[in-house]
T-cell receptor, first 109, second 116 residues
Framework: GQNIDQPTEMTATEGAIVQINCTYQ??????LFWYQQHAGEAPTFLSY????GLEEKGRFSSFLSRSKGYSYLLLKELQMKDSASYLC??????????FGAGTTVTVRA | GAVVSQHPSWVICKSGTSVKIECRSL??????MFWYRQFPKQSLMLMAT?????????EQGVEKDKFLINHASLTLSTLTVTSAHPEDSSFYIC????????????FGQGTRLTVV
Protein backbone atom coordinates (compact mmCIF):
# COMPACT_ATOMS: atom_id res chain seq x y z
CA GLY A 1 0.00 0.00 0.00
CA GLN A 2 0.89 3.65 -0.19
CA ASN A 3 1.33 5.89 2.82
CA ILE A 4 2.18 9.53 2.20
CA ASP A 5 2.25 12.05 5.04
CA GLN A 6 2.45 15.81 4.97
CA PRO A 7 1.33 18.49 7.44
CA THR A 8 -2.25 19.64 7.18
CA GLU A 9 -1.72 23.38 7.45
CA MET A 10 1.05 25.96 7.51
CA THR A 11 0.94 29.72 7.87
CA ALA A 12 3.66 32.20 6.94
CA THR A 13 4.06 35.89 6.24
CA GLU A 14 4.62 37.51 2.89
CA GLY A 15 8.27 37.46 1.87
CA ALA A 16 9.14 34.61 4.20
CA ILE A 17 10.25 31.03 3.45
CA VAL A 18 8.17 27.95 4.11
CA GLN A 19 9.23 24.30 3.93
CA ILE A 20 6.62 21.60 3.43
CA ASN A 21 7.79 18.13 4.36
CA CYS A 22 6.54 14.89 2.88
CA THR A 23 7.39 11.39 4.05
CA TYR A 24 6.35 8.31 2.16
CA GLN A 25 6.24 4.55 2.42
CA UNK A 26 5.21 3.07 -0.88
CA UNK A 27 5.34 -0.19 -2.77
CA UNK A 28 7.36 0.91 -5.76
CA UNK A 29 8.91 4.29 -6.37
CA UNK A 30 9.51 5.94 -9.70
CA UNK A 31 9.56 9.60 -8.83
CA LEU A 32 7.94 12.21 -6.60
CA PHE A 33 5.85 15.18 -7.70
CA TRP A 34 4.81 18.38 -6.02
CA TYR A 35 1.64 20.09 -7.20
CA GLN A 36 -0.06 23.34 -6.29
CA GLN A 37 -3.84 23.36 -6.17
CA HIS A 38 -6.14 26.31 -5.65
CA ALA A 39 -9.63 25.58 -4.40
CA GLY A 40 -11.89 24.19 -7.10
CA GLU A 41 -9.14 23.92 -9.67
CA ALA A 42 -6.98 21.13 -11.03
CA PRO A 43 -3.46 20.64 -9.70
CA THR A 44 -0.63 22.58 -11.30
CA PHE A 45 2.75 20.90 -11.73
CA LEU A 46 5.55 22.38 -9.64
CA SER A 47 8.40 19.88 -9.55
CA TYR A 48 9.54 16.32 -10.11
CA UNK A 49 12.36 14.48 -8.33
CA UNK A 50 13.54 10.98 -9.12
CA UNK A 51 17.16 11.21 -7.95
CA UNK A 52 18.40 12.30 -4.54
CA GLY A 53 19.16 15.96 -4.20
CA LEU A 54 17.78 19.41 -4.67
CA GLU A 55 15.95 20.69 -7.74
CA GLU A 56 15.64 24.46 -7.93
CA LYS A 57 13.15 26.27 -10.11
CA GLY A 58 12.82 29.97 -9.40
CA ARG A 59 11.23 30.58 -6.00
CA PHE A 60 10.39 26.91 -5.59
CA SER A 61 12.85 24.13 -4.74
CA SER A 62 12.25 20.46 -4.05
CA PHE A 63 14.47 17.97 -2.30
CA LEU A 64 14.41 14.18 -2.28
CA SER A 65 16.09 11.52 -0.17
CA ARG A 66 15.07 8.10 -1.41
CA SER A 67 16.85 6.24 1.38
CA LYS A 68 14.86 8.21 3.97
CA GLY A 69 11.57 8.25 2.08
CA TYR A 70 11.54 12.01 2.46
CA SER A 71 10.99 15.07 0.35
CA TYR A 72 10.38 18.73 0.96
CA LEU A 73 9.11 21.65 -1.05
CA LEU A 74 10.68 25.00 -0.26
CA LEU A 75 8.82 28.17 -1.13
CA LYS A 76 10.89 31.34 -0.99
CA GLU A 77 9.88 35.01 -1.06
CA LEU A 78 6.30 34.08 -0.36
CA GLN A 79 3.59 36.01 -2.17
CA MET A 80 -0.11 36.21 -1.38
CA LYS A 81 -0.88 34.23 -4.53
CA ASP A 82 1.09 31.31 -3.08
CA SER A 83 -1.79 30.66 -0.68
CA ALA A 84 -2.99 27.25 -1.87
CA SER A 85 -2.88 23.56 -1.15
CA TYR A 86 0.39 21.76 -1.96
CA LEU A 87 0.21 18.11 -2.84
CA CYS A 88 3.00 15.57 -2.59
CA UNK A 89 2.52 12.62 -4.96
CA UNK A 90 4.55 9.46 -5.49
CA UNK A 91 4.65 7.73 -8.84
CA UNK A 92 4.90 3.96 -8.96
CA UNK A 93 6.29 1.81 -11.73
CA UNK A 94 2.93 1.81 -13.54
CA UNK A 95 2.87 5.61 -13.61
CA UNK A 96 0.08 5.69 -11.04
CA UNK A 97 0.21 8.65 -8.68
CA UNK A 98 -0.60 8.34 -4.99
CA PHE A 99 -1.27 11.68 -3.38
CA GLY A 100 -0.78 12.91 0.14
CA ALA A 101 -3.67 14.71 1.79
CA GLY A 102 -2.21 18.08 0.91
CA THR A 103 -0.83 20.98 2.94
CA THR A 104 -2.84 24.19 3.00
CA VAL A 105 -0.48 27.15 3.05
CA THR A 106 -1.85 30.51 4.12
CA VAL A 107 0.26 33.57 3.38
CA ARG A 108 -0.47 36.61 5.52
CA ALA A 109 0.51 40.18 4.86
CA GLY B 1 3.56 21.40 -22.45
CA ALA B 2 0.92 18.86 -23.36
CA VAL B 3 -2.71 19.94 -23.03
CA VAL B 4 -5.52 17.88 -21.55
CA SER B 5 -9.07 19.18 -21.89
CA GLN B 6 -11.87 17.98 -19.65
CA HIS B 7 -15.55 18.64 -20.26
CA PRO B 8 -17.84 19.72 -18.72
CA SER B 9 -16.29 21.93 -16.04
CA TRP B 10 -19.32 21.54 -13.86
CA VAL B 11 -22.60 19.66 -14.02
CA ILE B 12 -25.68 19.38 -11.87
CA CYS B 13 -27.86 16.32 -12.31
CA LYS B 14 -30.82 14.70 -10.65
CA SER B 15 -30.40 11.66 -8.49
CA GLY B 16 -30.75 8.46 -10.51
CA THR B 17 -29.54 9.92 -13.80
CA SER B 18 -26.21 9.30 -15.54
CA VAL B 19 -23.50 11.81 -16.31
CA LYS B 20 -20.68 11.52 -18.83
CA ILE B 21 -17.36 13.34 -18.41
CA GLU B 22 -14.89 13.58 -21.27
CA CYS B 23 -11.13 13.82 -21.11
CA ARG B 24 -9.21 14.68 -24.26
CA SER B 25 -5.51 14.96 -24.98
CA LEU B 26 -5.31 17.79 -27.48
CA UNK B 27 -1.79 17.67 -28.82
CA UNK B 28 -0.56 14.18 -28.05
CA UNK B 29 -1.76 10.61 -28.08
CA UNK B 30 -2.42 9.21 -24.64
CA UNK B 31 -2.42 5.45 -24.43
CA UNK B 32 -3.06 5.74 -20.71
CA MET B 33 -5.31 8.10 -18.83
CA PHE B 34 -6.17 8.21 -15.16
CA TRP B 35 -9.36 9.22 -13.37
CA TYR B 36 -9.27 10.75 -9.91
CA ARG B 37 -11.91 11.88 -7.46
CA GLN B 38 -11.47 14.56 -4.84
CA PHE B 39 -13.91 15.24 -2.02
CA PRO B 40 -13.88 18.65 -0.31
CA LYS B 41 -10.70 19.29 1.67
CA GLN B 42 -9.33 15.89 0.79
CA SER B 43 -6.65 14.83 -1.64
CA LEU B 44 -7.00 13.18 -5.01
CA MET B 45 -7.85 9.51 -4.96
CA LEU B 46 -7.14 7.38 -8.00
CA MET B 47 -10.30 5.67 -9.22
CA ALA B 48 -9.12 3.84 -12.30
CA THR B 49 -6.57 3.57 -15.04
CA UNK B 50 -7.93 3.84 -18.55
CA UNK B 51 -6.05 2.05 -21.32
CA UNK B 52 -6.80 2.65 -24.97
CA UNK B 53 -8.46 -0.35 -26.55
CA UNK B 54 -8.76 -2.41 -23.40
CA UNK B 55 -10.73 -2.55 -20.18
CA UNK B 56 -10.03 -0.05 -17.45
CA UNK B 57 -8.31 -1.13 -14.27
CA UNK B 58 -10.20 -0.05 -11.17
CA GLU B 59 -8.74 0.66 -7.75
CA GLN B 60 -9.98 -1.27 -4.77
CA GLY B 61 -13.35 -0.07 -3.56
CA VAL B 62 -14.37 1.60 -6.82
CA GLU B 63 -17.47 0.07 -8.42
CA LYS B 64 -16.74 -0.61 -12.07
CA ASP B 65 -20.43 -0.97 -12.93
CA LYS B 66 -21.17 2.44 -11.49
CA PHE B 67 -18.21 4.30 -12.95
CA LEU B 68 -18.00 3.24 -16.58
CA ILE B 69 -14.80 4.11 -18.37
CA ASN B 70 -14.34 4.01 -22.12
CA HIS B 71 -11.05 4.77 -23.86
CA ALA B 72 -12.03 4.26 -27.46
CA SER B 73 -9.33 6.37 -29.06
CA LEU B 74 -5.84 7.59 -28.31
CA THR B 75 -7.11 11.06 -27.49
CA LEU B 76 -10.37 10.46 -25.63
CA SER B 77 -11.40 8.75 -22.43
CA THR B 78 -14.86 9.07 -20.91
CA LEU B 79 -16.11 8.47 -17.39
CA THR B 80 -19.83 7.85 -16.97
CA VAL B 81 -21.29 8.03 -13.50
CA THR B 82 -24.37 5.83 -13.68
CA SER B 83 -27.41 6.18 -11.45
CA ALA B 84 -25.80 9.08 -9.66
CA HIS B 85 -26.59 9.78 -6.04
CA PRO B 86 -25.79 12.76 -3.82
CA GLU B 87 -22.81 10.94 -2.32
CA ASP B 88 -21.25 10.86 -5.79
CA SER B 89 -21.02 14.65 -5.73
CA SER B 90 -17.33 15.38 -6.01
CA PHE B 91 -14.56 16.89 -8.12
CA TYR B 92 -13.49 14.48 -10.84
CA ILE B 93 -10.13 15.01 -12.54
CA CYS B 94 -8.44 13.13 -15.35
CA UNK B 95 -4.78 13.00 -16.23
CA UNK B 96 -2.99 11.68 -19.26
CA UNK B 97 0.41 10.23 -19.83
CA UNK B 98 2.30 11.61 -22.79
CA UNK B 99 4.55 9.00 -24.45
CA UNK B 100 8.16 9.54 -23.57
CA UNK B 101 7.42 12.16 -20.92
CA UNK B 102 8.15 10.80 -17.49
CA UNK B 103 8.62 14.02 -15.57
CA UNK B 104 5.09 15.34 -15.53
CA UNK B 105 1.51 14.13 -15.44
CA UNK B 106 -0.88 16.34 -17.39
CA PHE B 107 -4.20 17.08 -15.72
CA GLY B 108 -7.49 18.20 -17.12
CA GLN B 109 -9.32 21.16 -15.61
CA GLY B 110 -11.58 18.95 -13.50
CA THR B 111 -15.36 18.50 -13.39
CA ARG B 112 -17.46 19.55 -10.42
CA LEU B 113 -20.39 17.13 -10.20
CA THR B 114 -23.33 17.96 -7.98
CA VAL B 115 -26.13 15.43 -7.66
CA VAL B 116 -29.40 16.79 -6.28
Amino acid sequence: GQNIDQPTEMTATEGAIVQINCTYQTSGFNGLFWYQQHAGEAPTFLSYNVLDGLEEKGRFSSFLSRSKGYSYLLLKELQMKDSASYLCAVKDNDYKLSFGAGTTVTVRA
Amino acid sequence: GAVVSQHPSWVICKSGTSVKIECRSLDFQATTMFWYRQFPKQSLMLMATSNEGSKATYEQGVEKDKFLINHASLTLSTLTVTSAHPEDSSFYICSAKSPGVETEAFFGQGTRLTVV
